[in-house]
């Protein structure tokens, strides 16, 4: 009786022990994962996106990616880092864009309704130029889980307008859809307007659509 209570003993200890390493690495991982998304909003903020920040975040995310692989947000904002890095014009290597689509890949991978991660891989994609498979994947994930998500409508139209040229004419025709759909829905129509200017598209789009089912503003801007 008394080797069993030893070994229950034992037994309690190693779980008691396992328990206290599985918590100190999701609230390791937790602090990383903050710092790096600290970085990422003074970005929105406006402050300038340097490559010495952007190493910083990414050895941030890296870290707790160590700490908690499986957590879809650390992998995602591992992907939109470097989409942070193209807006602030800055290189990225081979290796780079492996890892960033990798983020989104591994993200998606366990959690496969997220609109959001769906979305942000689109912009990657075009911000790659890769317009592919993947691409197309992403695109019709995106609008099948978040359809009316302004923040999803709007990475797609970015994705998609300011590339219009070198999209074939099956991702033209959802590009114009999406757009159509855009300008009738409030929380984005004004957005919309503002990427298809930015493309130079905006007479083109607004074209074949409804002046009379639109809201006043935006027909206007598309007489």
């Not at 503002?194 to 002046?211: F, N």
Request: aromatic share 12%; charged share 20%.
């Amino acid at each position: 009786m008394l080797i069993t209570n030893k070994k229950f003993s034992a037994l309690l200890l190693v779980l008691l022990g396992v328990l206290a390493l599985s918590s100190l690495s999701a609230m390791l991982a937790n602090i990383f994962f903050h710092q790096a998304e600290r970085v990422e909003r003074q970005w929105q903020r406006g402050l300038p996106i340097t490559q010495q920040r952007l190493d910083s975040a990414q050895g941030w995310v890296t870290r707790g990616r160590f700490y908690a692989p499986g957590q879809p947000d650390y992998s995602q904002l591992q992907g939109r880092l470097y989409s942070w890095a193209f807006i602030g014009r800055l290189p990225v290597d081979e290796a780079g864009q492996a890892l960033a689509l990798q983020g989104y890949r591994d993200s998606l991978a366990a959690r496969p309704y997220w609109p959001y991660a769906w979305a942000q891989l689109v912009l990657l994609k075009s911000q790659l130029q890769q317009f592919d498979a993947e691409f197309d994947l992403a695109f019709k994930n995106a609008q099948a889980y978040g359809r009316w998500e302004p923040k999803v409508m709007e990475n797609l139209l970015s994705a998609s307008l300011l590339n219009w040229s070198r999209l074939s004419w099956p991702q033209r025709q959802q590009a114009s859809d999406l757009f159509s759909r855009s300008v009738s829905f409030s929380p984005v129509m004004w957005q919309a307007m503002k990427i298809a200017d930015a493309s130079g598209m905006r007479r083109a789009l607004c074209y074949s659509l409804d002046k009379n089912k639109l809201h006043k503003g935006i027909a206007k801007r598309c007489r």
